[in-house]
């Protein structure tokens, strides 16, 4: 990490000029005219002139702000405030207004408001929010609370610290200079500053979770301002592509999401500012405005952003995952995976050649490791021009494919937005010919440079772009590829080498006389859309796409799985993973992973058995490294080591009917993956600030190890129920803190009593031949013997689920009966169906007494199987931990009982 | 084609020599937890966790399915593989019950494998017979450098004596000489001033140009050796410079601290003017920026062109105009080699090394060491010490007798002669001296259990891939020439997997990566020569070497019981048929 090449906030004239202020220290504003229209409340802000100067305002009145609050179903206030263009004096140019993030339904969804409420005294204005929540509109000085209705007491609200300021923009007039520099780079700012900050309060909250990207050990955000902070920046949102990030830092990397998320024992919120350009965030501590009294359960934060606009949305909760859900209903749920994608994936920088690919393939099968994607980086291309193959290195790409495919096998390859500029490559011809990159500050091709030298980087904020670049993955175009092949986008920040902070001008232009600055943090997010896109259309829409991206924004999930960059092989990296993954989750993000093993240097085999062991559990999990590093497929540490990583393969392989069951519920409703302990322990205030272990859904829960040697851990198991190690069976009461052995054979992981978990026990060479294989049920019975789960099972592959071809059924233990019934989430009848022909072979009961039970009736048939003692796992010399019943053999697409006697 | 009925239960998936195991009523897991009934055999259940109840069906992670592959050879495959739609067994008998049409190749293959294995043995045949050809000579090699090395000892011995008594003698006449010269300046002092001066003049002329001719024809006497050293100088000069172009090159990771300086003043000029009139220094000074930055990641140099990202080895070439290619060079021909360094595992069979190189042209690789080719012509060498040690040893015998040592004052020609045959003498001992720790050097080596390996004590062995020439000398060092360039790849370290692989470690060092170093697998063949010289991780390289060496006699004998069995099957096969 190299520091000085990235801008602190001192080094940010809106951030040093916004953070120096104190509350109330500016000229109010004050709301003045509300009014309905069109189902939304509109009043004007008007900041009180005073004659003190105020950098951004010298020598001009400020015009009045148009301010415009909408409600939506579900309990989401939206607020935007944004200059009135039908002022005369207002400047031509239109601020930025992110396109495209937004779900294009959400409208529809709009409540229309149809009264303004006034208090008595005339000094606030309220509105309808939901059944339990209404808005109030403080008139001066201005503020906007979220409260329960009959309450007084918010459970969002901003500028309550009078910290609100909008820079309007401005004509440059003579004399002035607005220029920023830095290291050699000169930002032109045309415009003048035109920054906006502003507070946020959550009352109630112990923690506030959220806004990544950040390298961080801890879930919870830490304040960066106030009492017991010594100094520290606020935390940056703004894409970058940072060369060794260090593990935990507030700064900057390659993505960007600013949705916020406060959790208390009594209830959540979460505030969401749709705003692409740098931002920076102080999360303050109790007694930062030198209140006498701290106040309690309330934090505090300050939003501070270069451009754009105020087009903000608070969730009222109150319950964690309804926060969740309501920014998913404004963001989106992520795009429904395939199988493929959510099992092991195979990369390095890089595998060298066709031959290099065949024999690492070759490796898996001798070592009967399950794999299902292998990758190739950015050297397989003929001098870095993307959709390009190195003739000599890969002369034959679509029978490589296909080998690979032979075994149920994919393969990814990587593009990247840096275009070469080299007049005989087509893509380069014809975006140079159609006008589709992105212009520098004086209007030609923005020209950086990046691994292919000399490049530019197409424009995809523009549609016809965008469209223009989705066409690219054809198969015609594309050539080479084969329908077995899928995208990887990397350096999407944009990564310029050359450029200021390694990324582009901000004064660069896109599509609309859009400024960089304004776009910035959702560049990469539109690239991945297009490339997304692309695969969509190559397959008919009927191949689910997968591309990863490095760069994100809010609303990334609909595109695509993201990864966490260039990590470190080093102990710090592998613990900081489940924070960063955890908070990627919180905000949308579900399908995210860290490089497995860490990409730049070389982990010690303990190292690399443990990152295996916890990456296994990682939503998107793949091991990947730098091309500097030591070969370290998983078989080159001796036998011992490669059955460690076998064994950690196999884990993920067998749970992944719960994880793609999971997936199914995240692109569903929007809950993540892996889960913080809080999201379903909510009141447990013990779990608030946990970041080593996590849930996978409602009923695993994981513990990593972050330290070498370790040999005891202190595990939190919340609840009241009891949890069963799926090492060996064991039980471990809850609500406790329970200190374990580690073993080098796993990390520790819980079944929690009352769940049932489905799972297969069979390996293969990928998932591909899993297909037919037969279910095992793992139930782990609670206090009252009783248990529940799900499973959802499709094609894997098609969009047919949307219409009905699937199967999901609900398991329910109870009075010694297993019941498996199904459960129809579609309104409509089904215009198609799935069928399986998979069978139950085995159903493994936790926490029934040995001998609870002998055998086993199945309805419909009414016949009887066997249950006996046996085994959690299929391992060499597994003791008998568990009740089994052996081969019911129903079928998994069926209603039936199965009774225990 | 698929068999049509399913087939036997009882004997599905398992080992011919394992059936007796399971032909009692209760089965015994192997694992011994567990017992089970015969109808709980290959039921699709598994009950032993080890896989012991399941040999034909996948329901146990750890079992093995046994392939009969009638007309080829029996394999185990892992249980994962059965009926997974993917044909495994060449008579595809793990996919009894998968969609997958499996028909049967195994007469085919196994003819194809036989003539391989066939093949193979010729190779180890003749193989064996020049390995016993090679031990010979380097056992005799050995003795002789055994012998000669006694012999040198005792030589060093003798002519240490030599030297002892030369040195006493010479001391003597430097004390005679001392006292002279004392007492002629006593005398001196007696006699007049201006005398005294002048003879002091002569004296030490003379004594000025003795000197002289000793050192003369000391340069004489050891011009070869002089020759020898200034070679390894130059070795020596080699490393250093290239030691010192890593400097450099290091020199150009700027600190960042510099790239904004870089940025804003450009003190380079652009490698590459292809931006034309609009190519500025500012613009120039950018694409430095951007390259620099990229080299963050590949760790190459910045001012090298795009296409060559990732060759990072060109950057540490340094011409070295000493290396002459005076030496046969052969091409390598063995692209179609499929063993790669994945092969390196325990699990490596001789399977995969059947790519021996009896096919291949004359030329080989290798050549003799210089010191070998030209055997130092100095009057050290063993053939002749006799003559040469009598003749000093005469010598000083003759010069120790004909000197007078109570002969005041010295003669002056006898004490000359004296001090040139100690000069001389004691050049010789320590060149012999130097010859002996070189010959005991290599003695001290490990070559091999019956010294298989003791002719490459004094050879290199080299192979063309691509543009690179590698170049290894066993016991010695490996390196990478490309062009004048040439890099380190490592120093001899030792032999591994018991003769198998010879590894050299601690070559250059790599730019964020480990010191270079190489493995040189090796396998039976009829020539030294190296193949498939590979970096399968960044600056670790491998290569194949066939060699009689590894012709081993009872792995001849392993491969025809194979081919035995081999051909029994198929005689078999046919009756059955």
């Known amino acids: 990490w190299k520091k000085d090449e990235f801008r602190n906030c001192d080094q940010t004239p809106f951030c040093k000029r916004a953070r120096s202020r104190t509350p109330h220290s500016l000229p109010h504003f004050t709301l003045s005219d509300p009014s309905i229209s069109d189902g939304h409340l509109t009043a004007r802000l008007l900041q009180s002139i005073s004659s003190s100067d105020n950098d951004s305002a010298a020598g001009d009145a400020p015009r009045p702000l148009l301010l415009r609050l909408s409600v939506y179903q579900g309990g989401i206030l939206r607020l935007k405030i944004d200059e009135d263009h039908s002022d005369p004096s207002a400047p031509s140019k239109k601020r930025f207004e992110v396109p495209d993030v937004v779900l294009p339904d959400f409208e529809d969804r709009r409540l229309w408001l149809s009264r303004v409420s006034s208090s008595d005294d005339g000094s606030t204005s309220s509105v309808y929010l939901s059944e339990d929540f209404e808005a109030i509109l403080r008139h001066n000085p201005f503020e906007v609370q979220v409260r329960r209705k009959g309450s007084n007491d918010p459970s969002i609200s901003l500028n309550s610290h009078g910290l609100f300021d909008f820079e309007q923009l401005r004509e440059k007039k003579e004399g002035e200079d607005w220029e920023e520099r830095f290291r050699g780079h000169t930002d032109t700012r045309p415009y003048g500053p035109q920054s906006i900050s502003f507070d946020v309060s959550f009352h109630g909250a112990e923690f506030v979770y959220g806004i990544p990207e950040h390298a961080s050990n801890s879930l919870a955000l830490r304040p960066t301002r106030g009492p017991g902070v010594e100094h520290s920046e606020p935390y940056r949102l703004f894409n970058l592509d940072v060369f060794e990030y260090i593990h935990d830092s507030p700064f900057g990397i390659y993505g960007s999401i600013p949705f916020m998320l406060s959790h208390g024992v009594k209830s959540s919120s979460g505030f969401f500012w749709l705003n692409a350009a740098e931002m920076q965030i102080d999360v303050l501590a109790p007694g930062w405005d030198d209140a006498a009294a701290a106040v309690k359960g309330r934090i505090d934060t300050f939003w501070m952003s270069e451009a754009g606009i105020v087009d903000t949305f608070f969730f009222v909760g109150p319950r964690s995952k309804d926060v969740i859900q309501q920014y998913a209903s404004v963001t989106g749920t992520l795009a429904m995976p395939q199988e493929f994608a959510i099992a092991y994936h195979q990369c390095r920088w890089n595998y060298r050649d066709e031959e290099d690919v065949a024999s690492v393939d070759a490796g898996f099968d001798e070592h009967d490791i399950p794999y299902d994607v292998l990758w190739l980086d950015i050297e397989h291309t003929d001098g870095k021009r993307y959709f390009t193959w190195d003739k000599v290195l890969f002369p034959n790409p679509e029978e490589m494919q296909k080998k690979l495919f032979s075994k149920g096998r994919r393969m990814v390859t990587i593009v990247d937005p840096h275009i070469k500029r080299d007049e005989s490559y087509y893509v380069h011809k014809e975006a140079t010919d159609k006008g589709y990159y992105v212009k520098d500050a004086s209007g030609k091709d923005f020209d950086g440079w990046c691994w292919s030298g000399s490049s530019s980087y197409p424009d995809t904020l523009n549609p016809e772009v965008r469209e223009w670049w989705s066409e690219k993955f054809s198969l015609q175009n594309y050539g080479g590829s084969t329908p077995s092949l899928y995208i990887w986008n990397d350096m999407n920040e944009p990564s310029v080498f050359n450029g200021p902070e390694i990324s582009m001008p901000r004064d660069a232009l896109h599509f609309g006389g859009v400024e960089h600055r304004e776009l910035h943090n959702a560049y990469g997010y539109y690239f991945h859309m297009a490339t997304a896109d692309g695969l969509l259309k190559r397959g008919n829409v009927k191949d689910r796409p997968f591309v990863l991206s490095r760069a994100f924004f809010a609303g990334s999930q609909r595109h695509g799985a993201i990864w966490t960059g260039d990590n470190s092989a080093d102990w710090d990296h592998l613990k900081s993973s489940v924070p960063m993954i955890l908070t990627l989750g919180l905000t949308g993000m579900s399908f995210s992973g860290a490089d497995i093993g860490g990409f730049f240097g070389n982990p010690e085999p303990e190292l690399l058995v443990r990152w295996y062991q916890l990456g296994a559990y990682y939503p998107f999990f793949r091991a990947h490294a730098h091309h500097d590093t030591k070969r370290r497929e998983p078989w080159l540490f001796g036998e011992q080591k490669t059955a460690l990583i076998r064994e950690a393969i196999h884990t993920r392989y067998s749970l992944l009917p719960y994880y793609y069951s999971l997936f199914r519920k995240a692109s569903a409703s929007g809950v993540p993956i892996l889960r913080p302990l809080w999201l379903e322990f909510p009141e447990d205030k013990e779990t608030f600030d946990n970041s080593e272990a996590f849930m996978i859904g409602e009923s695993i829960l994981v513990q990593g190890i972050y330290e070498e040697g370790q040999k005891s851990v202190s595990v939190y198991l919340p609840g009241e129920q009891s949890w069963y190690s799926m090492r060996n069976g064991a039980a471990y009461a809850g609500g406790q803190a329970h200190k374990l052995d580690v073993f080098e054979d796993s990390i520790p992981s819980f079944q929690r009593a009352g769940s049932i978990v489905p799972r297969k026990y069979r390996f293969r060479r990928s998932t591909t031949q899993m297909t037919n294989d037969p279910y095992t049920l793992v139930i782990a019975l609670n206090s009252s013997l009783a248990a529940e789960g799900e499973l959802y099972i499709d094609d894997g592959r098609s969009y047919d689920f949307e219409h009905g071809a699937y199967i999901h059924r609900r398991f329910v233990f109870s009075n010694g009966r297993l019941t498996s019934s199904s459960i129809d989430l579609a309104a409509a009848p089904p215009r198609e169906k799935f069928s399986s022909s998979c069978t139950v072979e085995r159903i493994i009961l936790l926490g029934m007494r040995p001998g609870g039970a002998k055998k086993a009736v199945i309805e419909p048939g009414n016949y009887e199987t066997v249950v006996e003692p046996g085994p959690l796992v299929l391992r060499a010399g597994a003791g008998s931990v568990a009740l089994v019943i052996r081969k019911p053999d129903v079928r998994i697409a069926d209603d039936w009982t199965i009774k225990v006697l | ?577």
């Open chain 2, 1 to 577: 084609s698929r068999s049509t009925s399913l087939p036997n239960k009882e004997s599905l998936g398992i080992d011919p020599q394992d059936l007796g195991y399971y032909k009692s009523n209760v089965i015994k897991c192997k694992d011994g937890s567990k017992k089970i009934t015969k109808q709980q055999l290959n039921d699709e259940f598994c009950d032993c966790p080890d896989g012991t109840d399941e040999p034909g069906t996948s329901a146990c992670p750890e079992g093995k399915f046994y392939c009969q592959n009638v007309g080829h050879i029996p394999i185990k495959i892992f249980s994962s593989r059965v009926n997974d739609a993917i044909c495994d067994c060449c008579d595809g008998s793990d996919e009894y019950r998968s969609n997958a049409n499996c028909p049967n190749t195994c007469w085919e293959a196994g003819k194809a494998a036989r003539g391989k294995l066939k093949k193979k043995i010729e190779t180890f045949k003749e193989g064996v017979v020049l390995r016993k050809v090679e031990i010979e000579k380097a056992n005799q090699a050995y003795a002789k450098d055994e012998a000669d090395l006694a012999k040198l000892k005792s030589d060093e011995k003798m002519l240490k004596d030599l030297v002892q008594k030369l040195k006493e003698q010479k001391e003597v006449i430097d004390k005679l000489e001392e006292e002279r010269l004392k007492k002629e300046q006593d005398e001196k002092t007696l006699r007049e001033e201006k005398e005294k001066s002048m003879e002091e003049a002569t004296e030490m002329g003379e004594t000025q140009h003795d000197g002289a001719v000793n050192n003369k024809q000391d340069e004489s006497i050891d011009s070869h050796d002089i020759a020898v050293e200034s070679g390894n100088d130059n070795r020596d000069d080699r490393e250093a410079a290239s030691s010192q172009a890593v400097e450099q090159y290091i020199g150009e990771d700027l600190d960042d601290g510099d790239v904004s300086e870089i940025a804003d003043t450009s003190p380079y000029e652009s490698p590459k003017q292809d931006k034309g009139d609009s190519s500025t220094s500012e613009e120039l000074s950018r694409e430095e920026l951007g390259r620099l930055v990229a080299s963050r990641w590949t760790g190459e140099s910045a001012d090298q062109k795009t296409d060559n990202i990732g060759n990072v080895e060109e950057e540490h070439m340094d011409i070295d105009p000493l290396v002459t290619n005076e030496h046969k060079v052969s091409p390598s021909e063995t692209e179609e080699d499929g063993a790669k360094y994945n092969d390196d595992d325990d699990s490596y069979e001789d399977d995969k090394d059947e790519d021996f190189e009896e096919d291949h042209a004359d030329s080989d690789g290798s050549y003799i060491t210089d010191e070998y080719e030209n055997p130092d012509p100095a009057d050290t060498t063993v053939g002749s010490s006799s003559s040469w040690l009598d003749k000093i040893q005469l010598t000083v015998q003759n010069v120790l007798q004909a000197f007078n040592f109570f002969k005041t004052p010295v003669n002056v020609s006898d004490a000359v002669h004296i001090r040139k045959e100690y000069d001389d003498t004691s050049s010789k001992l320590s060149k012999l001296q130097s010859r002996v720790s070189s010959l005991t050097e290599k003695l001290k080596h490990d070559f091999g259990n019956e010294k298989e390996f003791y002719l490459f004590y004094d050879q290199c062995f080299e192979s063309k891939q691509n543009k690179y020439v590698y170049k290894i000398c066993p016991f010695k060092q490996a390196s990478q020439v490309e062009g004048y360039g040439n890099t380190r790849l490592g120093s001899w370290d030792k032999f591994e997997e018991s003769y198998r692989v010879m590894a050299f470690s601690g070559g250059e060092k790599c730019w964020n990566g480990p010191d270079r170093s190489l493995k040189v697998r090796l396998r039976c063949g009829l020539k030294n020569e190296i193949s498939d010289v590979d970096e399968p991780s960044r600056c670790e390289y491998t290569a194949f070497m066939s060699t009689p060496s590894l012709c081993v006699e009872e792995k001849l004998k392993e491969l025809e019981k194979k081919l035995d069995q081999m051909n029994t099957r198929e005689t078999q096969n046919r009756d059955e048929l």
